[in-house]
C-alpha cells in the first residue's frame, strides 16, 4: 500500500503528465478473471485514461485507449520505462452478458470509477507483453457491488510469457508484476485455490529480479528492512 499514497498524492497536485517514458513501450490485453459462475460471450470496458506512476515518483498520462473487448485482441500500450503504480480511469460501467451455471442468461453492469494497481518492486518494461486481469478467479455474479471491489481491488498486471494475449496456471503462477491492493490479501479466495502468501512472495521477487531487474536507490532500503 505505500507506493499507492504518492501516486494518489501526485494526482492530487496536478503532476499527471509531467513525466515521459523511456524505452521501448510494450503491451497488454485485458481480459476477466476465470469464473465458473458465468460463460461469457460478451465483456466490455471503456478506460477514459491511464496514469502510470513511475520510478522517480512521477506520474505519466498513458496513451489513450478508449473501448476495451475482453474477449478479442483489444490491447493498450505500455509505455517503456520503470514502473511501480499504475490506475485505469473508466469511462464507464463493466458490460457483462452470458450464459449462467444454471443454464439462464445474464447481462450486468458493474460500476467501476477506477482501477489501481501497484508493484512491490519497481519494474522495467521493455518490449514485454502483459495481461491485465480484471477481478480475481472464481467471481461471483450474487453480489455486483462485491465484484466492484473485485474489479478495483483484486485485479493484476502479469507477464504473458507465451504472448497470447492470455493467462494460463503457469504464467499466474509466474507472479504478479503488479496487483490491486487487495489481491495478495486473498491467501484462499473464493475460486477454490489454495494461494501460500510466502510462496507468491518468494515467486514475485524472483520474476522481479529475473526478468526487469530495474535497479533504484530504495531497493536496499527494502532489503535492509527485510533482513
Keep these: 500500500m505505500s507506493l499507492l499514497l504518492p501516486f494518489l498524492l501526485a494526482c492530487a497536485s496536478g503532476t499527471v503528465g509531467e513525466g ?15 469464473t465458473d459462475a ?13 496514469d502510470w506512476l513511475s520510478c522517480d515518483g512521477t506520474t505519466v498520462q498513458g496513451e489513450p485507449v478508449g473501448h476495451l473487448d475482453l474477449l478479442a485482441d483489444s490491447d493498450f500500450v ?21 450464459t449462467a451455471a444454471d443454464g439462464g442468461a445474464v447481462e450486468l453492469l458493474v460500476d467501476v470509477e477506477t482501477i489501481e494497481l501497484f508493484s512491490v518492486q519497481q519494474f522495467d518494461v521493455t518490449d514485454a507483453r502483459f495481461v491485465l486481469e480484471l477481478a480475481r478467479g472464481g467471481w461471483s455474479l450474487d453480489d455486483p457491488d462485491a465484484l466492484s471491489d473485485a474489479l ?40 477454490g485455490e489454495s494461494h501460500d502468501e510466502d510462496d507468491e512472495s518468494e515467486s514475485d521477487d524472483d520474476h522481479h529480479d529475473e526478468s526487469y531487474g530495474c535497479e533504484d536507490e530504495g531497493e536496499d532500503d527494502v532489503d535492509d528492512e527485510r533482513d
Design 20 to 34: 515521459t517514458s523511456v524505452g521501448n513501450p510494450g503491451e497488454a490485453a485485458a481480459r476477466m478473471a476465470p
Design 38 to 50: 458465468v460463460a461469457l460471450d460478451r465483456a466490455e470496458l471503456v478506460v477514459a485514461g491511464i
Design 78 to 98: 505500455v509505455p517503456g520505462g520503470c514502473w511501480s503504480g499504475v490506475a485505469l480511469r473508466t469511462g464507464g460501467p463493466l458490460a457483462l452478458a452470458g
Design 152 to 191: 478495483a481491488g483484486r485485479s493484476a498486471l502479469v507477464e504473458d510469457v507465451d504472448g497470447d494475449g492470455w493467462l494460463d496456471d503457469a504464467e499466474r503462477a509466474a507472479g504478479l508484476v503488479m496487483a490491486g491492493p487487495d489481491r495478495e490479501e486473498d491467501a484462499h479466495d473464493d475460486d
